[in-house]
């Protein structure tokens, strides 16, 4: 099973930088979505995506812009990030949005 | 806002000791998971459990769900050094929305051979 695969595993980019991470499944799932992992802090829903439809932004600064080009694959694109944003970001599938969830291994994302 | 306490924060161990974590919440959920979490990983979903009062068994793991649906437990029972990880509860059906996932904080555990 190739699961839920995310890339880039780590980034270290600058406050100015511009960049996306990118999150593949090959589950036949339908819905997607994105979450960040901060330290002492829970898992934090920040976007999810239902048949290609977003169906919650759930408050996320928008220098966080999500893509779902198509049921496989969704983006986070990042621009002028905070150092607060570094964190885990960790994407996740479900066959329907009322079913358990599949992640990925998550981005290691370093702010400078 | 709904919140998942969990307890203890961190729990270290010996190879053999049983142990028991909990999720604890005002709120109630249409259904609870557990995931374990490795370091450098993402979260594996253990069990989800749907009814008041359901008992699931995986192997040496016992999970409960409270009779009403806001607080859940799990047992390992003579715990080994591979389940050491971050346990995570979730529970669904927050605010309506039956996707809405809300975490808790989780319980580092940490079985010593």
């Known amino acids: 099973e190739t699961g839920v695969t995310q890339t880039p595993r780590h980034l270290v980019m600058g406050m100015t930088n511009k960049k996306s991470l990118k999150c593949e499944q090959h589950l036949g799932h339908n819905a997607m979505y994105w979450y960040k992992q901060s330290a002492k802090k829970p898992l934090e829903l920040m976007f999810v995506y239902s048949l290609e439809e977003r169906v919650e932004n759930n408050s996320v600064p928008s220098r966080f812009s999500p893509e779902c080009p198509n049921s496989s694959h969704l983006f986070l694109h990042l621009h002028t990030l905070q150092p607060e944003d570094s964190a885990l970001y960790l994407c996740?599938?479900?066959?329907?949005?009322?079913?358990?969830?599949?992640f990925g291994d998550g981005t290691r994302l370093s702010i400078l | 806002t709904q919140l998942l306490e969990q307890s203890p924060q961190f729990l270290s161990i010996q190879e053999g000791e049983n142990l028991t974590v909990y999720c604890n919440s005002s709120s109630v959920f249409s259904s609870l998971q557990w995931y374990r979490q490795e370091p450098g990983e993402g979260p594996v979903l253990l069990v989800t459990?749907?009814?008041?009062?359901e008992v699931k068994k995986l192997k040496r793991l016992t999970f409960q769900f409270g009779d009403a649906r806001k607080d859940s437990s799990l047992h390992i029972t003579a715990a080994q050094p591979g389940d050491t990880g971050l346990y995570l509860c979730?529970?669904?059906?927050?605010?309506?929305?039956?996707?809405?996932?809300?975490f808790g904080k989780g319980t580092l555990l940490t079985v010593n051979p």
């Open positions: 979730a529970g669904a059906g927050g605010g309506g929305s039956n996707y809405k996932l809300t």
């Open positions: 459990v749907v009814t008041g009062g």
């Open positions: 996740a599938s479900s066959q329907r949005t009322d079913q358990p969830q599949h």
